[in-house]
């Protein structure tokens, strides 16, 4: 997860291309440049149906190996709000709600343990059996309602296809830091409009917010930074309570997925491709 994160500066850096990502039949196709990186990502749209795999090129297109696509997207994601939260979030942040106890969970977890101390997790899901399960993989605790699982929480993150918003702004903290990453369309939100209009909002890419990130589209908000800016910044501009809100974006998948595939070949594991 560390190596993840750090390869999320690259994908957030200046020598990128990402077009935005387009539906072909029954599944997502990205295609994406991070420095000397191409890749390509297929990934299905069937809701139960996570299939689909990252195909990685270097800088004269010769393959240099393929990622499973779902595993990726986890970690690249999880490693995305990682970075955000470090740059973000209160450096004394010490409690963090998991909303969500999917595919996407776990990897959510140990990435914000990487960049903050934690010494209290809140786990909570509409099927109460798997928050338990991952609270207790992480000595947390499952919380019966969303709002009970983020009063008093310094760091939240949310991964829910939710079309309502999963909690009160008055539930939330004043210096709260909010990783939003399950509402993919305009017609979805997690997150309450007051919280959106109010907080400093990072995004991972601004075009691909302005027609997908239903949690700014349905509260007006335009963000304030994407993160290729704010990393760009010398410090981070003050503020109380701030949101990254991601939909993903194809460097994002580039950057992880070759940085997979070199630790692969340094450990002498995986499977390259032979042009």
Do not use: C
């Not at 740059?87 to 343990?113: E, N, T, V």
């Not at 993150?157 to 008055?170: D, G, I, K, N, Q």
């Not at 949690?215 to 003050?238: E, F, T």
């Amino acid at each position: 997860m560390a190596d993840a994160i750090a390869s999320m500066r690259e994908a957030f850096g200046s020598d990128t291309e990402a077009p935005l990502r387009q539906q072909v039949g029954s599944s997502l196709v990205m295609p994406g440049r991070s420095g000397d990186s191409i890749a390509v990502k297929v990934v299905s749209t069937v809701p139960g149906n996570p299939v689909g795999l990252v195909a990685v090129f270097d800088r004269e297109g010769a393959p240099v190996g393929i990622v499973d696509g779902p595993t990726i997207t986890a970690i690249r994601t999880a490693a995305a709000a990682g970075l955000a939260t470090h740059l973000l979030a209160p450096h004394d942040a010490s409690s963090f709600a998991m909303i969500g106890a999917g595919a996407m969970a776990r990897d959510q977890i140990l990435a914000i343990r990487q960049v903050r101390e934690i010494d209290r997790i809140v786990v909570w899901s509409r099927e109460p059996s798997k928050a338990q399960a991952l609270a207790s993989e992480f000595g947390g605790h499952a919380a019966a309602t969303a709002a009970e699982a983020v009063r008093g929480v310094d760091i939240v993150t949310t991964a829910t296809p939710s079309e309502t918003p999963l909690f009160a702004e008055a539930d939330l903290s004043e210096h709260a830091h909010i990783n939003a990453i399950g509402a993919y369309r305009p017609d979805m939100i997690e997150i309450p409009s007051e919280f959106v209009r109010e907080a400093f909002v990072v995004v991972d890419d601004a075009d691909a917010a302005a027609v997908e990130a239903g949690d700014l589209i349905q509260a007006g908000r335009a963000p304030d930074l994407n993160m290729a800016d704010l990393l760009a910044m010398p410090s981070v501009p003050p503020h109380d309570q701030s949101l990254y809100k991601s939909v993903g974006v194809a460097t994002m998948d580039v950057a992880a997925a070759a940085a997979a595939l070199h630790n692969a070949e340094r450990l002498g594991i995986g499977t390259t491709v032979d042009s």
